[in-house]
């Protein structure tokens, strides 16, 4: 696959999880990807593999947000392997506290699957609306 067709395929990802699907996404996450948040907050580092992600990321947030977590994404750019994602998450926690997000993310793709994803974001926010994972 080239940077358009995974582009695409994030687009499409994205698309899903604006309206509450994330299933999507999770399936373009390789077995042995790295997710890094940048930052030094307890949710920032590297998560490594697919398993640690579900487990130790997503998880953990999504037992704190209220409903499905939505996130939009407004601007890709693809060059070669990497694919730039903008975006901004709308939610709140189960307490009703307001956790309103901008993110970017770096994406680097091989065979149609996300290997890396670096991701930065409002740590502090984070710090402060959300429980450490």
Known sequence: MGAAEDKESLRYAFD???????????????EDVRWTIIGTTAWSGTYA?????LDDLLRPMSRQLRG??????????AEGDLVVVEGRGRNSTVDGVRYHNEYCWVF???????????????TQLMASVLQAP
């Open 49 to 53: 593999g697919k398993q640690a992600v």
């Open 16 to 30: 899903q999880v604006a309206k509450g699907d994330s299933r999507p996404f999770v399936d373009l996450l390789a």
């Open 108 to 122: 680097r793709l091989a065979d149609g699957l996300v290997r890396e994803l670096t991701e930065y974001s409002d």
């Open 68 to 77: 499905r977590t939505i996130i939009s994404a407004h601007r890709f750019v």
